[in-house]
C-alpha cells in the first residue's frame, strides 16, 4: 500500500500561482500512476488531472487545460500540481490518489490510495 500526503495549499489572489505537492511513501511509487481530484464546498469531489507512472502522458479536466500542469519526480516520490492563473472557482480541496493506471485515475475507479487533502482558495 502507498500512503499520500499533500502540501502547498493556501491562500492566494485571483490570477496568482501555487504549487502542490504530493509526498509518497509505501510501495514503490514509480509502479503507480497519480492524479489530483479536487471538492468544491458542497460539490461532489472530482478529476483535474493525471499523469502516467512514467509521466510520459497527462491528462486534464478541460476546466484547467493550459493553466495546471501535473508533473512527477520518481526519485523524490513526488506528484506536483503546478496552478496558474487561478481562479476563485478553483476554491476547493485538492487529494492526490494513486492508481494502477493512467485510464483509473481519470475515472476515479480502483484508486489504490488518497491523500488526507490540502485546501486552495482563490480570492477575488
Known amino acids: 500500500q502507498v500512503q499520500l500526503v499533500e502540501s502547498g495549499g493556501g491562500l492566494v489572489q485571483a490570477g496568482g500561482s501555487l504549487r502542490l505537492s504530493c509526498a509518497a511513501s509505501g510501495r514503490p511509487f514509480s509502479t503507480y500512476a497519480m492524479g489530483w481530484f479536487r471538492q468544491a464546498p458542497g460539490k461532489e469531489r472530482s478529476f483535474v488531472a493525471a499523469?502516467?507512472?512514467?509521466?510520459?502522458?497527462?491528462s486534464y479536466t478541460d476546466s484547467v487545460k493550459g493553466r495546471f500542469t501535473i508533473s512527477r519526480d520518481n526519485t523524490k516520490n513526488t506528484v506536483y500540481l503546478q496552478m496558474n492563473s487561478l481562479k476563485p472557482e478553483d476554491t476547493a480541496v485538492y487529494y492526490c490518489?494513486?492508481?494502477?493506471?493512467?485510464?483509473?485515475?481519470?475515472?476515479?475507479?480502483?484508486?489504490?490510495?488518497w491523500g488526507q487533502g490540502t485546501l486552495v482558495t482563490v480570492s477575488s
Open positions: 490518489a494513486a492508481a494502477k493506471s493512467i485510464w483509473a485515475v481519470q475515472a476515479g475507479n480502483s484508486l489504490d490510495a
Open positions: 499523469i502516467s507512472w512514467s509521466g510520459s502522458i497527462t
